[in-house]
């Protein structure tokens, strides 16, 4: 009887219950260059239809690098690695109604047949299980300030370090601790590089004040590190920080004076768990009236062409070796 059940157990693990479209099932097959980008930026993380549009156009600059898009998500119980036109829409359309899924969620998600937006950890989990090492956000979660009290750790941090991707970002929002976040990501073994800067970035603002525990000076430099990575069998994630071009980057004062703004607003509304996160997104953009959504969309596309060329530089190691 029980030999029966693990058997089964073993056959409905192997199919895999993932659509992946024909262009990426190609890319990979080849060992071409493929960049996973994450769906909880496009649900929760911004508006439409500045969320579908920003996607679309972070798509396109991938491809401009001589990449394929991935973009990642579950659809009616269905993992999807790479999102067709339509279905991008559907999604943004559909903002918080589809639901934040993160590790823990990715199960009962199938189960029940639903819609999810995944979010860095989850993204992480699907680009692995797809072979993709290469993955776009704009920003990863965090330690929460007060996490002393409320143990709001995101659950970004502990993917990142146990599951072999590399996430290319622009370091995390000061509504965290940032300070504490590089401690955990220590603590993981995340190994957190930033790329032509000696300071770690904080999303809207170049230089968060910390030092990059390591940086490099360019993408080959970086592609050269995941290919190490690789080679030793770490099973552990990275972190590339790309900072936000200076030109591109909201103002400190008035960014900072939201930040405080929003994280109040989050306490004397007793806001909490997985609904903080995009809370204080939503605020922030709102209480700059649109300065720092404007600063989140360069900085994706930022993002987008340096983690493009890294994968094509990824790509090359593979090929040649
Ligand atoms: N930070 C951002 N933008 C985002 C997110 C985080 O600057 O869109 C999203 C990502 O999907 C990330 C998630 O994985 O929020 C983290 O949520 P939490 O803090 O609840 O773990
Ligand atoms: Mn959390």
Redo the contacts with the bound molecule.
Sequence with gaps: MFRQITRRFHALASSKPFTITPEIQNALAKKGPVVAL?S??IS???PYPQNVETARAVEDIVRAQGAIPATIAILKGQVHIGLEDEKLEQLGKMGAKAQ?S?RRDLALILSKRGYG?????S?MILARAAGIPVFV??????V?RGADQSF?I???LTELGRTPVAVVC?G??S??DIEKTLEVLETQGVSVTTIGERRFPA?YIPDSGFDSPSCVYDESEAAELIYHNHRLELNSGMVFAVPIPKEQAADTQSIQKAIDTALAEVRSNGIS??????FL?RRVSELTKGESLAA?IALIKNNAKVGARIAVELSKSYTNS
């Design positions: 994450e909880t930026i929760h993380g911004m934040k993160s937006a995944t979010t860095v950890a993204t956000t704009g920003g990863i979660g965090g929460h709001d995101s659950a970004d622009a995390v929002k509504i965290l999303f768990g997985k609904d903080e996160t995009p997104l989140n």
